[in-house]
């Protein structure tokens, strides 16, 4: 039964349509037993929908508690990230399928095994691999959850078509606190192997899901940037950025509320990895191989550079502040000066 305020409904499709719940909300039930139903044509066992508010998540009846678990999940998510992405009153369809081939068949375009939860954003439909049929002993069913949902939120807060994908994905895996898919020891390991995807190919390696490697360091780099420009704009300014792109183009975003090209971020974001790949050295343990000591020779020299190229600004600022400002030439003085090279005036005299 329903309860007051958007509590929890449960009811129980039998594989010939019959329902076990009726009431005034017969024609929603009736919308969401064709919808599920088309999920998953190949199921002849009954579905169960478990419904609050705009949440209404499929099921078989085998998997009420990891379906009570995945509400609670999204609806704790919702109410976190409703002040920056709210839901808005549309429905958002969650199934969670109860085979990996039924799951297989909404993920066709992806590799047996290699995502675990995938959402049709405009259409508000999530599908998550139960813990059940995950590899890994189904760790993080409650992150893949709030990663999808983050796609569906971000969908119907901003213009997509504005976001690039690696700051969709970044964010995703953000928000569903994902840190594991890009630590200092992966990227280190990205930036010393040279799998650091140059940026204009990054949006399409998201595109390109048959390349395993060059997928996952996708992903892992999306999260990796995405980190670098909130903490490089601050919790507020990132999220200005963010919700900007409702109405203007990332780059146009990024340069009214950062203050930066698209090629400044990249160039910041690259010089920040060789910090990464030092610390992730380090953390990894492995600090004695060649591949640590070339890092931290690289930057030891860097460094070096940098701070001869400081120190010699400072000398040249120090010597100009005692030489006083440089004295005013006037033009007569210019011309009347047989040393001085004048374009377009002593050319007249060359001779080839």
């Known amino acids: 039964m329903m309860r007051a305020g958007g509590a929890k409904i449960k009811r129980r499709f039998s594989g010939a349509g019959r329902m076990g719940y009726h009431g005034g909300m017969r024609r929603t039930v009736v919308m969401l037993l064709v919808l599920f139903s088309a999920a998953c044509p190949l199921r002849a066992a009954p579905m169960e929908v478990l419904s609050s508010g705009v949440f209404h998540v499929g099921h078989a009846p085998e998997d009420a508690a990891h379906a009570r678990i995945a509400l609670e999940v999204l609806e704790r998510a919702a109410a976190e990230l409703a002040g920056r992405l709210p839901t808005g009153p549309e429905p958002i369809r969650v199934l969670l399928p109860p085979t990996a081939a039924e799951f297989q068949r909404h993920a066709a375009r992806f590799q047996p095994g290699q995502v675990t939860g995938l959402a ?51 964010l995703a ?21 040279g799998r650091i995807i140059p940026y204009r190919n990054l949006d399409w390696a998201f595109m390109n899901p048959g390349e395993e490697q060059e997928f996952s360091d996708a992903y ?121 090279y004048l374009p377009g005036i002593d050319d007249e005299d060359d001779e080839y």
């Not at 898919?181 to 280190?188: D, E, F, S, Y």
């Not at 892992?220 to 670098?228: G, N, V």
């Not at 792109?245 to 950062?258: D, I, K, P």
């Not at 640590?292 to 460094?303: D, G, H, P, S």
């Open 173 to 193: 895996m953000m928000l569903a606190r994902e840190y594991q898919m890009a630590t200092p020891i992966t990227i280190a390991q990205m930036f010393l192997e």
């Open 220 to 340: 892992a780099q999306a999260l990796s940037m995405t980190r670098y420009l909130h903490r490089r704009l601050g919790e507020e300014g990132f999220w200005q950025l963010v919700l900007a792109m409702r109405e203007m183009s990332f780059s146009e975003a990024l340069r009214r509320h950062a203050g930066m090209s698209v090629s400044d971020l990249w160039d910041g974001y690259h010089r920040s990895l060789w910090y990464i790949a030092l610390v992730g050295t380090l953390a990894s343990g492995s600090f004695f191989t060649p591949a640590a000591f070339l890092v931290i020779i690289a930057w030891m020299r860097k460094r070096k550079r940098d701070r001869a190229t400081l120190d010699q600004w400072a000398v040249e600022e120090a010597a100009s502040r005692r030489r006083g400002p440089d004295p005013v030439v006037s033009w007569e003085e210019v011309l009347d000066d047989e040393t001085v």
């Open 120 to 170: 049709k954003p405009s259409e508000g439909f999530i599908a998550v691999k139960l813990p059940t049929i995950r590899g890994g002993g189904g760790d993080n069913f409650a992150g893949t959850l709030r990663h999808e949902l983050v796609h569906v939120l971000l969908e119907r807060n901003v213009n997509t078509a504005y976001l690039p994908n690696w700051l969709n994905e970044g």
